[in-house]
């Protein structure tokens, strides 16, 4: 019998995506596999009744910790278009100082298989295993692929820029890293993923693509072609960084259509979604950019990266 512990950090704005995401880890764990579910939560964020629902049907612990702004060390910083949830991450261990491993999820994830192989990655010598970001470095068409590359020749010599989505965090040894995290200074566009890159050059494994795969984007050339292939033959760990699940104009239909069975499988379905996306844009920031960048809103859509991303 092997045991996991699986966090998630979330507001009330992505209950509903991180409960889709719960739901999918505790369905396809295998058998035998007793799991345990992290949430790290902002003042306040609704879904705990729902979420602790799922946990329980699955016989399944789940350790629901609200976490309140004095606790958060980055608070201070000047990330006023950013919710404060997206740095939980990078404090976890002072969260939960008795846990040696975290298995970290963002909220718009799909998991697809069993993550006790992930789970038991050593990374003993290592602060974090992550995915090296998919960002096309190599087309100076791509903005997104343009400050991947500048802010690795900048702060990290050109190594490898990690995706944060997916992060198998040594507990000890992110907590010697932490003055780093919080007194490294670099120009972001993405806060969290940025300082957790430039703090911890050198002490990151890399993972395999297939448990960090952002479905509608071109794998770039510079993974491995075997990591390729096994990431498109038998993926692991959606990722919905590029465009949200819901979204049926802009989503492949079998990831769609995955997406949709497991929401459904749990009461939730696309339009909610959608509706609470909308009405989010709306309330932030009225028919202008929002604190996403390369995503505006316009009318009854929001346009990601030059793409109708959402519509009502």
Same mark, same amino acid.
């Given at each position: 019998m092997s045991e996991i512990n699986i966090l998630y950090t979330f507001d009330t704005r992505f209950? %509903? /995506?991180?409960?889709? &995401?719960? @739901? &999918?880890v505790l369905k396809n764990r295998a058998r035998g596999t007793e799991c345990t579910i992290y949430c790290m939560v902002a003042p306040r964020t609704a879904g705990r009744h729902k979420i602790k629902k799922i946990v329980n049907a699955a016989g399944a612990r789940l350790v629901w910790r609200v976490v309140w702004p004095h606790e958060n060390? *980055? %608070? +201070?910083? !000047? *990330? #006023? %278009?950013?919710?404060?949830v997206i740095f939980y991450r990078l404090f976890a261990h002072r969260i939960f100082p008795n846990v040696d491993r975290l298995l970290y999820l963002d909220s718009d994830t799909l998991v697809l298989g069993d993550l006790s192989g /992930?789970?038991?990655? !050593?990374? &003993?010598?290592?602060v974090l295993g992550a995915v090296p970001d998919m960002?096309? =470095?190599?087309?100076?068409?791509? +903005?997104?692929?343009?400050?991947? +590359?500048n802010f690795s020749e900048k702060y990290l010599g050109g190594g490898c820029y990690f995706n944060s989505g997916v992060l198998l965090i040594n507990m000890r040894n992110m907590a010697r890293c932490e003055h780093a995290l919080q007194t490294v200074t670099v120009e972001t566009t993405y806060p969290d993923q940025d300082i957790m890159n430039a703090a911890l050059v050198g002490q990151i494994l890399s993972l395999e693509l297939k448990y960090n795969l952002a479905p509608g984007i071109n794998i770039p050339a510079t993974f491995p072609l075997r990591q390729i292939n096994a990431a498109k033959k038998h993926p692991v760990v959606l990722h919905f960084y590029s465009g949200k699940p819901y979204n049926y104009e802009f989503m492949p239909r079998k990831i769609y259509s995955l997406f949709y069975k497991a929401a459904t499988e749990i009461g939730l379905y696309p339009?909610? #979604?959608i509706k609470q996306e909308i009405k989010y844009h709306r309330r932030r920031r009225p028919n202008a +950019? =929002? @604190?996403?960048? #390369? /995503? @505006?809103?316009k009318g009854n859509k929001l346009i990601l990266f030059g793409i109708i991303s959402l519509r009502v």
């Open positions: 209950w %509903r /995506l991180a409960a889709v &995401s719960i @739901h &999918s060390p *980055f %608070r +201070k910083n !000047d *990330f #006023f %278009r950013w919710s404060p /992930l789970y038991r990655t !050593d990374i &003993s010598g290592y960002a096309p =470095t190599q087309d100076e068409n791509n +903005k997104n692929g343009q400050y991947v +590359k339009d909610d #979604f +950019k =929002t @604190h996403i960048p #390369f /995503l @505006h809103v």
